[in-house]
Nanobody, 117 residues
């Protein structure tokens, strides 16, 4: 079973930057897509960014131009760099790994990001 461990969250002032990491217990190359989701209090979990095995990226409109997702296959690690942070970026950020065949979908335990105004 694939395990995902996030780190790097914390409290940052609005306008600041943060990089969070997700380390997988096995090769992330086996996953079709690696993604970052976030969940704010009282809201549903939403996709922030994703990256495919081939390196194609996808971003939520709310973070386009401010976020960069990247992967280091050798380190089994996915990163999310976020700049120009806003209070509305506050939430628990979850790492996700998914594959179509055979299918699986795994989540990390989450890391809290708090942006103070």
């Amino acid at each position: 079973q694939l395990q995902l461990v996030e780190s790097g969250g914390g409290v940052v002032q609005a306008g600041g930057s943060l990089r969070i990491s997700c380390v997988a217990s096995t090769s992330i190359f086996s996953s079709d897509i690696m993604g970052w989701y976030r969940q704010a209090p009282g809201k549903e979990r939403e996709l922030v960014a994703s990256i495919s095995r081939g390196g194609n990226t996808n971003y939520a409109d709310s973070v386009k131009g401010r976020a960069t997702i990247s992967r280091d296959n050798a380190k089994n690690t996915v990163y999310l760099q976020m700049n120009s942070l806003k209070p509305e970026d506050t939430g628990v950020y979850y790492c996700n790994a998914q594959r179509a065949v055979p299918p699986y979908r795994y989540w990390g335990q989450g890391t809290q990001v708090t942006v103070s105004s």
